[in-house]
Structures are given as structure tokens and as C-alpha cells.
């Protein structure tokens, strides 16, 4: 049987890999070897690997590699570690294929020992553009590592083309996070109001806020705009998700949590929601506020405003929902009373997702089963 490792190291990243991690599961024809990483096997991140087991997925191994900080010192001892443990992983699974999505520093680990063991990467969400976060860079480096690519958008095809790729290794399969939204039956409002322990109230904001790894603003001055311009809607619930394991990243979830602990009531905070809260949110809230990808890739689909601040996310193709805006309080206060406007709702109302129709994973699964992945690459000139 073909072996497919499959790596994650974030919440996020799994309830993306999520839908492909069940179809490699239950083929006969491969073997998935899971690896789990990362943030997945922290405490402060909220053990998120016991999720991908109560989903009832067998964890291959589980490969320790986040520090007790997140300077930039920390992340690059994290990288070093990862590399050497999974140098020691492929040595003894020696998978096939190797499947990474995106951009995060643990995957270039992951991809250059892969690289050195001259096992082929299939790689998700190539092509894109965030100028505001090193993992700009990260990603192009994946790509030019790798043997498939699985691109959310044709743009991003012709893009990864345009590196060097050759057109036959290079798929426009669209985003794999809409397979979610797709597949699952999403809690109504009642459940959601269960799951999440909070009634609704007259505005409902979700709100993730990722450190902007390309700006040199004080993580404290940003945080300060952006929660000074939420006091301003005191009617709203604002639903905070934890921010991810990058420099800044646990400075961030502590100004969070001491604002929950002064707005009981009125804030919440959760380390991880998990797909099903996360996307039940996306259907029921009014809003999304902050610079993560969900709300440029799958908020479109459920036809919600989006608030997206900074320069984390610019460079990705953007649908008629976002409404971008800088870090001071009052581009956020004025961007979150367009999302809320009658004539701004309406003008979204036929919005069409610019990432595909939710049938991403079948046809990476297609791809994966029936590919004779050829080892050596040459670079394709246009």
C-alpha cells in the first residue's frame, strides 16, 4: 500500500486536513501514517491532539517540538528540533508521500528533511500571497520543495506555474476548508449557544488576531486599537479564538484573556473552537473581525462581513465580504459599522466563493492514488 503521512500542527491546519485525513483512512489502497505536532501538544494551545483522537484517528506519532517561549529565538530552536525529529520519524515510517498545508514554520522543517530523505511533498494552498507574515516566504520555499501542489484558486495555479513548476504536477482543486462547511451539520442557534456556554446577543462578533509577523507596531498598540474599537459595540458578544504559535503569539492570548476576565458577560475566549463550533459561529454570528485566513477563505461561503485589519492577509484574492482596514481604532470602529449596515449585508447576499465548491478532497485523493510521483523535478520555464 502507498503510504501517505499526513503532518499537522495546529488546530486550524487539522480541521483543514481534517476531510482528507478520513478519505486516506478509509481507503484499502493506502496507509495513513498521522504525525501530529506543534502547537497540537501543548497545554497553553489546549491538547488539541486529543481532538484528532476522539475523532477516531490514530496518531502515528506525536512529535514534540514547541519551546516554553515564542521569540524569535524560541521559533528557530522549534524549527532545529523538528527537523531532528523528524528526520528520526521518516527514517524509521518511510512514507511515500509526505502531505503539508501551507505556511507555518513547522512545515519548512518538515518539507526540508522530507527534502533530504527524497520523499515527495504534496502541498496544499500554494501560490498565495500574505505580505504582512514571513509565511509569505515560507510558502513559495515549500513550493519549490515539493513534487504536487494542490492550489485553492487558479490564480494561485498559474502562479505556482510561474515559479517553475510543471503544469501537469500543479492542481486547481480549490480551498479544502469549504469541504467542511459542505459536510457537516452545523449546530442550530440553541446548540451553538450550548456549545459555546453564552447566549447570543443583538450583534455576534468572532474575533481572531494573529501576531503580524511583518510590522514593526507593538503587538500591545495593536491589541489596544482593536479591543478600544470593540468596547465601542456593547451590545455585541465578542467571541475571541486564541491566536496561533508565532513570535507574539502568547502575548497576544494573555491582553485577551485579562480582557475577558474584565468583560465577563460580554467576552469570550477559547484556545481552540474546534471546526464545528468555528464554522457554526461563521453561520450564526454577524461578524468577523481580525487578520486570520478563515475569514478571507471560508467566511465567504456563509456571506458574513469581514473585518480584516493590518497587512497579515493582504495579497490573497478577496471576495466582495472583506472590508479591509489599518490597525488604529477608529478604520476598525468605522469597518465594523459598515459590516453591521443594512446596505452592506445586502450587497453580499449572492456572494460566490472565490475558493471552490467544497470537493477539494476527493480530487487530492484522486491525485494521491493514481500519480506516479516522478522524484527528480526540472524547473518548467513559461
Known amino acids: 500500500m502507498k503510504k501517505i503521512a499526513i503532518i499537522t500542527a495546529t488546530r486550524a491546519e487539522y480541521g483543514l486536513l481534517r476531510p482528507l485525513i478520513e478519505l486516506v483512512h478509509k481507503d484499502p489502497e493506502l496507509e495513513l501514517q498521522l504525525l501530529v505536532t506543534g502547537a497540537h501538544l501543548s497545554p497553553y494551545h489546549g491538547n488539541t491532539w486529543q481532538q484528532i483522537e476522539t475523532d477516531g484517528f490514530p496518531i502515528d506519532k506525536k512529535i514534540e517540538i514547541l519551546l516554553s517561549s515564542d521569540t524569535p529565538v524560541a521559533v528557530s530552536k522549534a524549527m532545529g528540533v523538528a527537523q531532528f525529529s523528524f528526520a528520526e520519524t521518516f527514517e524509521e515510517l518511510k512514507p511515500d508521500v509526505v502531505v503539508i498545508l501551507g505556511d507555518r514554520y513547522e512545515m519548512l522543517a518538515v518539507a526540508s528533511t522530507a527534502l533530504m530523505f527524497n520523499i515527495p511533498i504534496a502541498h496544499l494552498h500554494g501560490g498565495e500571497l500574505t505580505y504582512g507574515a514571513i509565511d509569505d516566504s515560507i510558502r513559495h520555499a515549500i513550493t519549490k520543495m515539493s513534487n504536487l501542489h494542490f492550489t485553492s484558486a487558479e490564480e494561485y495555479r498559474r502562479r505556482v506555474i510561474q515559479m517553475g513548476e510543471h503544469p501537469d504536477r500543479v492542481f486547481n482543486t480549490g480551498a479544502i476548508g469549504l469541504d467542511n462547511i459542505k459536510n457537516l451539520n452545523l449546530y442550530n442557534i440553541q446548540e451553538l449557544e450550548s456549545a459555546i456556554g453564552a447566549k447570543l446577543r443583538k450583534h455576534n462578533f468572532i474575533i481572531t488576531f494573529h501576531p503580524e509577523t511583518r510590522n514593526d507596531e507593538s503587538i500591545t498598540h495593536q491589541m489596544d486599537q482593536l479591543l478600544g474599537a470593540l468596547t465601542e459595540f456593547d451590545d455585541a458578544l465578542l467571541l475571541f479564538t486564541g491566536a496561533n504559535a508565532d513570535a507574539h503569539g502568547q502575548e497576544i ?24 463550533r468555528y464554522l457554526s459561529c461563521l453561520k450564526h454570528f454577524d461578524m468577523v473581525v481580525g487578520n486570520s485566513s478563515s475569514g478571507i477563505i471560508e467566511a465567504p461561503s456563509f456571506k458574513i462581513p469581514v473585518v480584516n485589519i493590518g497587512n497579515r492577509q493582504q495579497g490573497r484574492i478577496m471576495a466582495d465580504n472583506i472590508i479591509n482596514c489599518n490597525t488604529s481604532k477608529d478604520e476598525i470602529t468605522q469597518a465594523i459599522n459598515k459590516g453591521l449596515s443594512i446596505s452592506f449585508k445586502k450587497s453580499i447576499q449572492n456572494l460566490k466563493s472565490p475558493y471552490g465548491n467544497g470537493n477539494t478532497a476527493p480530487a487530492i485523493l484522486h491525485v494521491l492514488k493514481n500519480s506516479v510521483i516522478s522524484k527528480v523535478k526540472k524547473f518548467h520555464d513559461l
Open 253 to 276: 492570548n494573555a491582553i485577551i484573556k485579562r480582557f475577558v476576565s474584565n468583560h465577563l458577560g460580554h467576552a469570550l475566549f477559547f484556545d481552540s473552537l474546534g471546526q464545528m
